[in-house]
């Protein structure tokens, strides 16, 4: 549902907001609900024609949530906990837009969101002290604050493949999937990728097409994900104490709980190891990375869950040639790890054809097909499961001017510069949501979200409680806090292969392990210790006032004592985190 069109609205020129909120996905519509908490003025300006963010995008066949349902949803309201009910182990893309939807009913956000209206530029204006904020539908507002909600996963990656405008048939992309859904029923289909919408879509559209046609660059790792219609009595049980789940899951490196060990794979015997490689892998998931305490951290220790998830694709796939294509031979969870339903399985089906473009990438596109290593693969449709310019891209295509005319892709031409990966400096007053630089996409992201804006919110009230009308980082903290997440990136073998999570699955982009990989908790608490020492590392435009101590409001639950299964410093210093 939108409450407003494209069509039926004057631009907005010359409104003054307390803070422009920049799209309407989770980050965006619970930064909206804190804001007007806060008695504020907030616009948000939102591309697609409803809210959902990366919901509202992927709508391509099969596309779910990796996180478990009861765990990936808002927890700031006890009343939404109760009332929603979820169908699903692993929601799938409409219910989650639909909660999404819901949760943008219940708290009043529509009349504050403009739909269908891209932001096309934002500049700091350094004598009015606020933003100057354009859209592409010619509103000119300006605002104190400027809020990224932009996604993590958001600016699609359509790299260009030779002759690809000659190709008569529709090209589609996961990222960004007609509404209206596609019927591939009898038709060829070839499709580009395997990442997690590929892995997951290929299924669905294996039983649809006539033909499937996977090009595959790299292979990737996947875990069943065992989805099942949510348990009454699982549901019921979480429901008696939502807190308490939500404070276990704070409590984890991941933000989402899930059992597991932080014994070293090292110190199991091999008959050990296989028991325990079972078990998680009958529980499925991304949890299975949490079979042992050291998986991310020891090649050795990964060699040998990389070993199981190689012998479990032979025993799936039947042609020996196909599963040793499928088989990765990088690190484990290197790569962000898949979660599927009946991937593998698919493969065994006589109109799935596998193609390797590892060695010899796509030659071109022809009017009715692909070209991959001298041979032609007749298409009638083609499906990049390419995937995104990640953490960076969606910031990349506003252009965005800071103090002194500085531009914020050009500050961050060779990586991304932040303080906490909520701020940079030179650019007074701009927030982002699950920037680079913190917890993001290594965090369950409604937990991430929550964090952040929570944290915003009471630094911008604080703001106003010292009369400030400025807040920036000094750039010796931010400085300081670039080389910690590099840093910390270099211990973890995630840092070791060609992700999206360095940038490198697009070509010349700058090589930087961009989200904060030290864990939800230790960042939490960094975040509390910064505001609780009157926002250090930040500069205002007033004296800091000893009598006027930030007050801790949306952020007190981010403090709660952490009393079960805290990761400890020990386990960090001792390389047993499981991180997923
Ligand atoms: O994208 P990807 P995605 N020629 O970048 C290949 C989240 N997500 O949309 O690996 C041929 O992972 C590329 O090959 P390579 C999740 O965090 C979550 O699948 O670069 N192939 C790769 O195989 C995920 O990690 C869910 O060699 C080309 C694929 O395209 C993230 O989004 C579901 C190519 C892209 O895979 C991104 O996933 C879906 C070329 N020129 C997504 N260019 C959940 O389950 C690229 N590729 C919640």
């Known amino acids: 549902m939108a409450s407003d069109s494209k069509v039926d609205r004057a631009p907005e020129v010359g ?36 809210v959902g963010g990366t919901w509202y995008w992927n709508r391509y066949p099969g596309a779910r949530c990796d996180v478990e349902s009861m765990q990936y949803s808002f927890s700031f309201s006890p009343e939404l906990d109760q009332e929603w009910s979820w169908k699903e182990r692993y929601a799938s893309q409409p219910e989650i837009l639909a909660y999404a939807e819901h949760v943008a009913g219940r708290f009043g956000l529509y009349p504050h969101i403009r739909f269908e209206t891209r932001v096309t530029g934002a500049a700091f204006d350094e004598s009015a002290k606020c933003w100057q904020v354009v859209t592409e539908r010619g509103d000119r507002v300006s605002a104190q604050h400027l809020i990224m909600a932009v996604g993590c996963l958001s600016a699609t990656n359509r790299p260009h493949f030779v002759g690809v405008e000659d190709f008569q048939g529709p090209i589609y992309h996961t990222g960004e999937w007609p509404h209206g859904g596609v019927d591939f029923t009898g038709l060829r289909v070839g499709l580009i990728g395997t990442g997690s919408s590929a892995i997951q879509s290929i299924p669905i559209i294996a039983a649809q097409a006539k033909t499937l046609t996977v090009f595959q660059r790299t292979p990737n790792y996947s875990v069943p994900a065992w989805n099942t219609p949510t348990d009454p009595a699982e549901e019921k049980i979480v429901k008696a104490d939502y807190p308490a789940l939500r404070a276990k899951a704070r409590a984890r490196p991941t933000g989402f709980y899930f059992p597991f060990n932080t014994q070293s794979a090292l110190e199991a015997t091999p008959e050990e190891r296989e028991r325990q490689y079972e078990a998680f892998w009958a529980r499925g998931g991304l949890p299975f990375l949490g079979a042992y305490g050291d998986l991310l951290f020891d090649k050795t220790a990964n060699d040998t869950i990389a070993d199981f998830a190689r012998r479990k694709i032979r025993l799936i796939v039947r042609d020996p040639a196909v599963a040793d294509l499928l088989c990765p031979d990088n690190v484990f969870g290197c790569k962000r790890l898949c979660v599927d339903t009946g991937y593998f399985e698919a493969y065994n089906l006589d109109h799935v054809n596998l193609v390797d473009v590892s060695k010899q990438p796509i030659e071109r596109f022809t009017r009715t097909g692909i070209v991959a290593n001298g041979a032609e693969y007749p298409c009638d449709a083609v499906v990049t499961a390419t995937g995104f310019a990640a953490m960076t891209g969606s910031f990349d295509r506003i252009p965005i001017t800071g103090r002194g005319g500085v531009m914020l892709a050009e500050k961050w031409r060779a990586g991304p510069r932040t303080y906490l990966g909520l701020a940079t400096s030179g650019f007074p007053n701009f927030f982002m949501i699950t920037g680079p630089g913190s917890p993001s996409v290594l965090a369950s992201m409604i937990q991430a979200i929550e964090q952040h804006v929570d944290w915003m919110v009471d630094c911008i009230a604080h703001m106003r409680d010292v009369g400030a009308r400025t807040i920036e980082p000094l750039l010796t903290h931010e400085d300081a806090w670039v080389e910690h997440v590099n840093e910390v990136a270099e211990v973890s073998l995630r840092s070791t292969c060609s992700s999206w999570y360095v940038g490198a699955n697009i070509p010349g982009r700058p090589r930087v392990f961009m989200p904060y990989i030290g864990g939800f908790p230790v960042y939490v608490q960094k975040c509390n210790e910064v505001m609780s020492g009157g926002f250090e590392g930040f500069q205002m435009d007033v004296a800091p006032k000893a009598d006027v101590p930030p007050k801790v409001r949306q952020t007190e639950r981010w403090r709660a004592p952490l009393d079960i299964e805290v990761i400890s410093p020990a386990m960090v210093a001792a390389r047993r985190v499981p991180v997923v």
């Open 15 to 50: 409104v003054v907001f307390d803070a422009v909120v920049v799209g309407a996905g989770f980050a965006g519509l619970y930064m909206l609900h804190r804001l007007k908490g806060l008695g504020l003025r907030a616009r948000v300006y939102e591309a697609g024609a409803g």
